[in-house]
Nanobody, 123 residues
Framework: QVQLVESGGGLVQTGESLRLSCAAS????????MGWFRQAPGKEREFVAA????????LYADSVKGRFTISRQYAKNTLSLEMNTLKPEDTAVYYC????????????????WGQGTQVTVSS
């Protein structure tokens, strides 16, 4: 059974940092790209960042470019999202997802999803 489990969310103030992690298990993720999406209350789920299987290619939403960094830790089969200079508009539930193939900004192309972790940024 495939599982993606996010952790690391919490409540922070504007300008602070958080590091999200996603632990993958249940199958081999060889050849899978992975990504982060987020969903704020009343809004659609949106793309945040994605990374290719070998880590050479990364994609970022314009709203987080320069502030967020996505990375993979192959030995632990985990995915991370380092979030710096957080803003109130970053407040959302953050989801980890896996896609067989190249990284994509489209949530419809992802095969597996985690349950999400809440990030709240106070002003």
């Amino acid at each position: 059974q495939v599982q993606l489990v996010e952790s690391g969310g919490g409540l922070v103030q504007t300008g602070e940092s958080l590091r999200l992690s996603c632990a993958a298990s249940g199958r081999s993720f060889l050849g899978f790209a992975m990504g982060w999406f987020r969903q704020a209350p009343g809004k659609e789920r949106e793309f945040v960042a994605a990374i290719s299987w070998i880590g050479a290619n990364t994609l970022y939403a314009d709203s987080v470019k320069g502030r967020f960094t996505i990375s993979r830790q192959y030995a632990k089969n985990t995915l991370s999202l380092e979030m710096n200079t957080l803003k109130p508009e970053d407040t959302a539930v953050y989801y980890c997802a896996a896609l067989r193939g190249d990284p994509s900004m489209s949530l419809y192309e992802y095969d597996y999803w985690g349950q999400g972790t809440q990030v709240t940024v106070s002003s």
